[in-house]
T-cell receptor, first 111, second 115 residues
C-alpha cells in the first residue's frame, strides 16, 4: 500500500521566518510530487510540483526532492499570516492511479 | 490555466433526494477525473477515479450504486448521490488532470447538507 506521511502539526512559525514542511513516501517508484495548500473549508490549491532530485524554486516557495531518501519538503520563505493553512503532500506513482495524499500539516504563521 | 469548475457550491435538500454535482475542466482536456469526500478536520478521501468513456473505478467501501459517476466527455464528469441521507452530508471535491504524472487540479468543492 502506497503511503505518504506528514507531521500533522500544528507547526507554528513567526511571521517573516522560514517554514519547513516535510513529507516521506513509501513507493520508491513514485515519479511526480506535489504540494497543495488547503484553507479551512476550501478545496486544495496546487502550489508546487517537482519531478527530479534537487531544489525547485517559485517565488517564496522552494520544493526539495530526494528520491534516494524518499523525502520531499517545502520551504516557505518570509512567511506571512496568509500562508496559514494545511499543506498537503501528494505523490504520483505514474499510470492510471491518482495522487496519494498525506494527511496534511497544519501551518500557523504568528504575526 | 488549468481551471476546474464545480457546480453547485452548496446544496441543501431533504433526505431521499438525489443530487447531481458537475465537474468541468475549462481550459484543458481531462483524461482522468477524481471524486473526493472530506469530512470536517479530516483528510481527503478518494471515492472514485473516472476515465472518459469508461466505467468509474470505486475505492473500497464506496457504494457504486449510491454514488453514480459519469464521465461522458473529456471536459465533464458528474457525480450523482442517489437517495441521499444525512450521513452523506459532506464536502465533495472533484479534480482533473490532463495526463499521467500531471498535477491534479481541484474544483472549488460542493458542500452537501442533507436534512
Amino acid at each position: 500500500q502506497k503511503e505518504v506521511e506528514q507531521n500533522s502539526g500544528p507547526l507554528s512559525v513567526p511571521e517573516g521566518a522560514i517554514a519547513s514542511l516535510n513529507c516521506t513516501y513509501s513507493d520508491r517508484g513514485s515519479q511526480s510530487f506535489f504540494w497543495y495548500r488547503q484553507y479551512s473549508g476550501k478545496s486544495p490549491e496546487l502550489i508546487m510540483s517537482i519531478y527530479s532530485n534537487g531544489d525547485k524554486e517559485d517565488g517564496r516557495f522552494t520544493a526539495q526532492l530526494n528520491k534516494a531518501s524518499q523525502y520531499v519538503s517545502l520551504l516557505i520563505r518570509d512567511s506571512q499570516p496568509s500562508d496559514s493553512a494545511t499543506y498537503l503532500c501528494a505523490v504520483n506513482g505514474g499510470g492510471a492511479d491518482g495522487l496519494t495524499f498525506g494527511k496534511g500539516t497544519h501551518l500557523i504563521i504568528q504575526p | 490555466g488549468a481551471v476546474v469548475s464545480q457546480h453547485p457550491s452548496w446544496v441543501i435538500c431533504k433526505s431521499g433526494t438525489s443530487v447531481k454535482i458537475e465537474c468541468r475542466s475549462l481550459d484543458f482536456q481531462a483524461t482522468t477525473m477524481f471524486w473526493y469526500r472530506q469530512f470536517p478536520k479530516q483528510s481527503l478521501m478518494l471515492m472514485a477515479t473516472s476515465n472518459e468513456g469508461s466505467k468509474a473505478t470505486y475505492e473500497q467501501g464506496v457504494e457504486k450504486d449510491k454514488f453514480l459517476i459519469n464521465h461522458a466527455s473529456l471536459t465533464l464528469s458528474t457525480l450523482t448521490v442517489t437517495s441521499a441521507h444525512p450521513e452523506d452530508s459532506s464536502f465533495y471535491i472533484c479534480s482533473a488532470r490532463a495526463g499521467a504524472n500531471q498535477p491534479q487540479h481541484f474544483g472549488d468543492g460542493t458542500r452537501l447538507s442533507i436534512l
